[in-house]
Each structure stands twice: as structure tokens, then as C-alpha cells.
């Protein structure tokens, strides 16, 4: 029998935190409020006082925090993330989430103690890559990019079943289409860079305007998405933005969408992942305490052999649609 | 100074013919003033087999006409296959190989290699990492701003590796497991009828209002502007950079080299240049703003004005 | 940024703003104080989330209500003032940004009942102005677990418990309230609504042909 998955929840506040613990996550992953990792919103994540008091909360009740650092230093200034290495390594965290090699070597000679995971930013989607930041750097989890189906998960997990380390994938939550951490688009509209600053779309380059009685929501200079005047305006995410191609309007890169591999989740045991992700570190509190107590039941379900619950998240998705995303192999 | 930096053309990016493919690089074999070439499929292995049996012929021209010859793989490797295509290419062994990820630069491991622009090395620690793992030329990538380039290049002199930046060419911006140029025409990325050649210069995208915004190419997408740093290329020679990469359009690439060859050489002033480049490109909308540290898309520097 | 809401719902509050309205809104400036003042010594950081921003000023319009509100959540001296009215097209001179809609959204918004995108999907709130800073707020407000009515149930004592009480037995006469009054508003507008249905969709078709010939003339 295969041992239980682990749930891997988002907080970006104490409260947050304390609902995914209380709702029965197996692990929380944070970060700093900083350009430190890649949740850098406004009024968003933890200072060192707030860590250190979360993680005394969370191992008390048998919670492991993993603290995501997870954007790449700029040359000259890579201070902020060495320290932010050093903190969560004094302050005691379970592990921390890297993406860059750099930071990756620093972490490995400084903290050789200190448990390091694979960001999905690091966007390590085959065998090579993985036994590559094992070998170096003591890698002992990948994250998995969002681009692989449930089959060639699997074989990805046979291929590297001689090395030491977990696959964790994304089971709920927003959903990059682009590659992890190879993605200039934003960067490219706004001048904020998700790899650097730690910001896709960021609120401070969104702007709504009414003209002719169309509600426009850009980004930056660019139109992301248009509403007639009683839609409801989405928050234009580039990637899930209305562009016209060959004279077609159309959601080209991906509809407003989220992930939900809900329904997968037997498959992706069997298919040899350690554990399972939620993605909404900048989701409230109400959003995690509901779909980590979905999924903890889902969990517990199928770890006592039963068919998992079906999952009811319309409340979190807000008239929004789901999919499996990659996971099936026609969304490619 | 500035007529020690050699030039490059990178990887086409596009599905072109093999007989265009073949003819392009023929042209550029005996009329281009560049220093090294770059060939090989980055975007999508389905399209490798198309331009394979042309290799050969068009490596034995380049290297005839004394150009470098450099092979660069893929930027996203996904499946067994793509894996293996990248394995055997590492192991022959006899042709300089770019790395467009992580796991060919391992592979490479030990043995001179570049690494290109998809690999993240955004700071002096990673930097010192690859040089440490065999790399002599390193292509950064497409935001960094030209302060940390200079950075970058301040921290490895005296070590090896040659710093190289896209200077011309719609960006590389992003790579997807997803092929929208197959959704764009109803179609999966399995069946996609290889409909990304309709668009040898990729698939123009608008924004709803009509502004030109990005380009696709199957499962890449670029940015619709032409990155050109013609105006910038004092400030980067002056910083120490020694290579540039000019990206291929499907437009006179000889004429493009020949252009950056002779403002490098002080044969050509700048308006000149950036006047010429222009016709070349059809009008293309230029920018330069990674390299200034703002939007990408924007333009700016001395001849920003000029618009 | 979605509908403009500025019709506000049949609700309790609405009828209960209207009977408010003879008197002046100086009267609520010391309540007003007193829960800021709870706020501040219970939350405070609330106002450190926002201490990377210089001093943001939020107009929070409660449309069912005759008065609205600018916050300054200042780390140090945070406030709350009422006006009884603004002037919409010049308030984003003064304010950096506008929250606007029915009373319990706001509500929602402030005791984390809203998370930071859903708020951008909701149709009951209309955002103007500074987006980061609205953001930003959400975000303090929904890591701070702001329960105004515990809040302030913590300043009585040994009378919380009572008060509690009545508290929940007044949200029940509330809830049945608001399910009254939908009900009776949804038998009043259901004719018109279908008609604007079909109106809309007409409209609908017609704003997309126009756009199509414009791209066509553009290009």
C-alpha cells in the first residue's frame, strides 16, 4: 500500500495559516514580505516574528512549514535572499523552497542541514534536471512544473526511482500555463518580473476604464480583457486575457480558469507523487480553510481505501470554470 | 573596444520549409559578416525531423565559409523522446551544443558548452556555477537590465565565459507545454498539422483594442516588438560584453549583420543604422526596455526620441 | 472596475440608512473613534501590512447607507471619518482609492469573508483608484481576523455574554429580513428583468459587430 499523501497548503497571513492547520494541512508553505519569493503582494506574508510564531503554532499541532524562496537574486543584491535563507534556517523551518541555482549552492554550504525542496519556478520537468539539483545540491523534493500529463508524471517517477527524492504537483488553485519561472510576459507588460520581483500581473500595473460603456481592465498599457458594464471584471492576469489573433477574439492562452485535479488525485498516487499542492498563497483565509478541509477528507478517504468524496468548491471558484489543466493530455 | 564584440545569429525560432531553412543559411554561410551560427530546433520536437536531413549540408557550408557552428536544443523537455534527442546530441560530442535547459547543461557537464538565453541565470553565483560546470559562453536572459548584465560581466573577468545578450529579434518571452497556435486553429498539439508554418514570422496577437502586443510560435510566445540595442551598444561594449546575438526574422538577416558589423566597427552612425533596420523589418516596432530596466516592450535611451 | 452598484439592494440596512438620514453624521464621528481605537489596540498589524504604502486614503461607500467613509489606516493614528456626501468625479484627487456597495459586502470584505480575487469577481463591490492599495488592504484586513462585533463585545466585560446573545437573536430578525425583502423585490422586477434580458443580449450582438468593423478599419 502506497504511505498517505502529504497536503501542502498555501497562508499568507498568520490567520491563513492557522486555518490551513486547523483544517488539516500535513505542511504550509509561506514566504517572507518581500521580493523574496513569488507571492510579493501587497499586504501580503510573514516578517520574522510572524514566522517564528508560526511555526511554534504549527509544530505544536504537528505541522511542518516550508518557507518558499523562490524568485532569483538579481546580480549585485543577493543579499535579501541569503538572508532570508539564514532566517528560515535559525527560526527552524521544515524546509526551504529554492529555484535558483545560485541560491540553490548557497543554501546547500551554508545550511547543509537545512531541508531544500525544488520550486516549481525551477520548472525541472524531466529526469536530467532532477537528478542534476539532487546530485549538486541535495535536493531531496521537486516541485513538478505544470506541464507534464498524469502518465508522463509517472514515468518521470519510474525513471527517477534510484534517486532520493519526492515529486510534490499542484492539485487546486491558480494555474501558470506557461512554464514556471520562464515566463517574461508580465516582465514584459509591466517592467515587474515574477522571476525577480515576485509578481505576475501586480496590482500596482492594473487599471480599469470605462469606455463606451465597456469596463477595459489593462495591464500595464496593454487591454488584458473588456466587460460589458454589468459583467463582472476579472482581474487581468495575462495569460488569462482576451487577445485577438487572425482577427478572432479569444482566450488564447488559457480561459479564467482554475485547476482542480480533484477527481485525479488516485491516479496521481498511483502515479508515485509524496504530496500535493494547493496554489493561493494570496487566497483569504475562507479559501483555505474550505478547500483544505475538502481535500484533507478526499485525503483521509482514500488513504482508508475508499473512493475519494466528490470535492464542492463553487463556492471558491466564483462563477469561475476548473479544469485538470495538463494533467490531460488534449489540454496541450 | 566595440569592434572586438563578435556577433551570433541564434536559433530560428520559427517552422520555416527545409528548402527556406536551407537556403537562409546558405546566404548567411557566404554573405554574413557574423562569427558563429546557431541551428537547431528549440521550440517543438515535433518540428525536428522536418529540417534534419538539411543539417549536414548547411554545417558543412557555415564551417566552409569559417563560421562557427553551434547546435542548440530545447528550451522545454517533457517526454522520454525529447529527452533522448537531447542525450544523444550531448553525447556525440564533436559540435559545440547551447543548453536551453537545465538538464543538457548537466549533461554537458565537464566539457566546453554554452548555455542560451532559457536558462535562468540572473546572478554571479549562478553564473559562477555553470562556468564551474563547463560553460565558455553564456546568452543571458531576455529581462535582465543592462546594470546586472554589466554585473554579471564585472564578476566573470578573468574566468572565461563570453557574455552574450540578444541585441536584435522579437524576444523569447515564454515556453508552454501547450501549443497555441494549434488552439488558435481548433486543433491539439498531437494533431496540430504543423499549422505554425503559416506564420513564418509567428502569429501576430492584438489586444482587444488593436495594439499590437505578442507573437506565437506554436508553443512559444515572443514579443511583438523587435528588440534592437543598436543604440545601446556603446553602453555594452563600454561594460565589457563581448558577444551579441542577433535573432532570426524572417527578413535579411545578412543585411541586419552587416548593420550591427559596421555600427560595431564605426562604419555606421546610429540613425543610419536604426533608419536601415527598420526597412528591414517592415516597420517592426523596436524596443530596448529589459535592457533599460523598465517594460520590456517600451523603447528608450538615445534613440528613443527618434520615434 | 464591475457594474456600478450604485442602486443599492432593498435590504434592512437600506431602510434602516433611510431612517437614519435626518441626523448628521458628526453624531456617528465618536462611535466611529471608539471602534478604530478597538481596531487599532486589537490589530495592529493591520496598519503594519500597510506601512509600505505612504499613507493611503480609502473612501469606503457603503451605497446603502445616506454617508460614507474615509479611512487613513495610519500605523500609528489610524481613522475613520463619515461624510454625508462626496463628489464621485473628484475624489480620486483626495482619495487613492474608492470602495463602493451594500453594507454587509463591505462587511464581508472587512471580517475576511471575501478573499483578494474573488473581490475582483464579486459583482456587489466596484473598485476605483489604486489598485495595489486595495489589494493591500484586503490582504491586512483578512490576515488580522477583524470580528467587529466580538471586537467590540470585548469592550464590555462580563456583559459580553449576554450581549452575545442578543447579537445572534438580532441576526436571525436580520437574515429572515433580508429574505423578506428579496422576495418581495425579485415579485416586483421579475416582468422588467426578463424584458432586459432581451434587450441586453440584442445590445450585446450589436456592441460586437461594432467592435469587429472598428479592428477592420484599424487594420
Known amino acids: ?332 | 573596444m566595440m569592434r572586438k564584440v563578435k556577433l551570433s545569429l541564434g536559433p530560428t525560432f520559427f517552422n520555416w520549409p527545409p528548402e527556406k531553412w536551407r537556403d537562409f543559411y546558405f546566404r548567411i554561410a557566404d554573405e554574413a559578416p557574423l562569427d558563429t551560427v546557431h541551428l537547431g530546433e528549440v521550440v517543438c520536437s515535433k518540428r525536428l525531423p522536418l529540417i534534419e536531413a538539411v543539417i549536414p549540408e548547411v554545417v558543412e557550408r557555415l564551417e566552409a565559409a569559417g563560421k562557427e557552428v553551434v547546435v542548440s536544443t530545447l528550451a522545454l523537455i517533457m517526454s522520454k523522446r525529447e529527452m533522448n534527442i537531447v542525450r544523444e546530441l550531448a553525447a556525440s560530442g564533436d559540435i559545440m551544443t547551447e543548453a536551453n535547459d537545465v538538464s543538457t547543461a548537466a549533461l554537458l557537464a565537464g566539457r566546453p558548452h554554452v548555455i542560451g538565453p532559457f536558462v535562468n541565470i540572473y546572478n554571479e553565483g549562478t553564473l559562477a556555477w555553470f562556468v564551474g560546470n563547463g560553460a565558455v559562453r553564456v546568452c543571458l536572459p531576455v529581462e535582465l537590465s543592462g546594470i546586472a548584465i554589466s554585473k554579471l560581466i564585472a564578476a566573470s573577468e578573468g574566468a572565461k565565459p563570453e557574455l552574450e545578450v540578444i541585441a536584435f529579434g522579437r524576444l523569447p518571452l515564454a515556453v508552454s507545454a501547450r501549443c497555441y497556435h494549434a488552439r488558435a486553429n481548433g486543433l491539439h498539439k498531437d494533431n496540430c498539422a504543423y499549422v505554425c508554418d503559416q506564420d513564418p514570422d509567428g502569429m501576430e496577437l492584438e489586444t482587444l483594442d488593436g495594439a499590437p502586443f505578442l507573437t506565437v510560435n506554436g508553443t512559444q510566445t515572443l514579443s511583438h516588438s523587435c528588440c534592437n540595442l543598436i543604440g545601446d551598444l556603446a553602453t555594452l561594449a563600454g561594460a565589457g560584453i563581448r558577444r551579441l546575438r542577433l535573432s532570426p526574422q524572417d527578413a535579411d538577416m545578412v543585411a541586419v549583420a552587416s548593420i550591427f558589423r559596421d555600427v560595431l566597427d564605426g562604419n555606421l552612425d546610429l540613425v543610419t543604422a536604426e533608419c536601415r533596420l527598420s526597412g528591414l523589418v517592415g516597420g517592426m516596432a523596436f524596443s530596448n526596455g529589459f535592457f533599460h530596466g523598465i517594460e520590456g516592450a517600451r523603447k528608450a535611451g538615445p534613440l528613443a526620441a527618434a520615434e | 472596475m464591475q457594474r456600478s452598484p450604485d442602486v443599492p439592494p432593498l435590504s434592512p440596512v437600506l431602510l434602516a440608512g433611510l431612517a437614519l438620514r435626518p441626523f448628521p453624521v458628526v453624531m456617528l464621528q465618536p462611535v466611529l473613534d471608539a471602534v478604530m481605537l478597538i481596531i487599532h489596540r486589537r490589530h495592529p498589524d493591520v496598519f503594519d501590512r500597510l506601512s509600505g504604502f505612504q499613507n493611503p486614503v480609502f473612501l469606503i461607500d457603503p451605497i446603502d447607507l445616506p454617508c460614507a467613509f474615509i479611512l487613513t489606516p495610519e500605523t500609528r493614528n489610524p481613522r475613520v471619518v463619515a461624510v454625508a456626501e462626496y463628489d464621485p468625479k473628484t475624489i480620486l484627487e483626495t482619495a487613492d482609492a474608492v470602495i463602493r456597495g451594500p453594507l454587509m459586502s463591505l462587511m464581508d470584505l472587512l471580517e475576511g469573508r471575501i478573499d483578494g480575487d474573488s473581490l475582483f469577481f464579486s459583482r456587489d463591490l466596484m473598485i476605483e483608484g489604486n489598485t495595489e492599495c486595495v489589494v493591500a488592504l484586503r490582504n491586512a484586513v483578512d490576515g488580522a481576523e477583524i470580528n467587529v462585533t466580538e471586537d467590540i463585545l470585548a469592550l464590555f466585560g462580563p456583559l459580553a455574554g449576554p450581549l452575545r446573545i442578543a447579537k445572534k437573536a438580532g441576526d436571525v430578525i436580520f437574515s429572515r429580513a433580508t429574505q423578506d425583502l428579496a422576495f418581495l423585490r425579485d415579485a416586483v422586477i421579475a416582468p422588467s428583468m426578463h424584458r432586459h434580458a432581451a434587450i441586453e443580449s440584442q445590445l450585446h450582438k450589436l456592441t460586437e459587430k461594432i467592435d469587429a468593423i472598428d479592428r477592420k478599419s484599424a487594420t
Open chain 1, 1 to 332: 500500500m502506497n504511505r498517505p499523501l502529504e497536503l501542502v497548503c498555501p497562508a499568507g497571513t498568520p490567520a491563513a495559516l492557522r486555518a490551513a492547520v486547523e483544517a488539516g494541512a500535513d505542511s504550509v508553505y509561506l514566504g517572507f514580505r518581500d521580493e523574496t519569493n513569488a507571492r510579493n503582494f501587497p499586504g501580503l506574508n510573514f516578517n520574522h516574528k510572524e514566522l517564528a510564531e508560526g511555526l511554534k503554532y504549527a509544530h505544536d499541532n504537528g505541522t511542518r512549514i516550508l518557507v518558499a524562496i523562490n524568485t532569483f537574486p538579481e546580480a549585485g543584491n543577493p543579499a535579501p535572499w541569503h538572508r532570508a535563507v539564514d532566517c528560515a534556517a535559525d527560526l527552524g523551518a521544515d524546509a526551504v523552497i529554492l529555484a535558483d541555482i545560485g541560491l540553490l549552492d548557497y543554501t546547500a554550504s551554508h545550511h547543509p542541514s537545512l531541508r531544500r525542496h525544488l520550486s516549481v519556478q525551477a520548472s525541472a520537468s524531466n529526469p536530467e534536471a532532477i537528478r542534476f539539483y539532487c546530485n549538486a545540491f541535495g535536493v531531496r523534493r521537486v516541485v513538478l512544473p505544470r506541464v507534464l500529463t498524469v502518465p508522463e508524471i509517472a514515468a518521470l517517477n519510474r525513471e527517477i526511482a534510484g534517486i532520493d527524492v519526492e515529486t510534490e504537483v499542484f492539485v487546486f488553485g491558480g494555474l501558470c500555463v506557461m512554464a514556471e519561472g520562464r515566463c517574461a510576459l508580465s516582465s514584459y507588460a509591466t517592467g515587474i518580473s515574477p522571476n525577480k520581483n515576485g509578481a505576475c500581473s501586480p496590482a500596482s500595473h492594473v487599471h480599469y476604464e470605462n469606455q463606451r460603456g465597456k469596463m477595459v481592465s489593462k495591464l500595464g498599457a496593454f487591454t488584458i480583457n473588456q466587460f460589458h458594464a454589468d459583467e463582472p471584471a476579472g482581474y487581468p492576469t495575462l495569460c488569462k486575457g482576451r487577445f485577438v489573433t487572425n482577427g478572432k477574439a479569444s482566450y488564447l492562452f488559457e480561459e479564467p480558469t482554475s485547476l482542480s485535479a480533484a477527481m485525479l488525485l488516485p491516479e496521481l498516487q498511483a502515479a508515485g507523487v509524496t504530496a500535493l499542492k494547493i496554489e493561493g498563497r494570496q487566497r483569504g483565509r475562507a479559501y483555505i480553510s474550505q478547500v483544505v478541509t475538502a481535500f484533507r477528507k478526499a485525503l483521509d478517504a482514500i488513504a482508508a481505501g475508499q473512493p475519494p468524496p466528490p470535492l464542492d468548491m463553487s463556492a471558491l471558484t466564483e462563477g469561475q470554470r476548473q479544469t485538470t489543466g495538463v494533467y490531460e493530455k488534449t489540454w496541450r
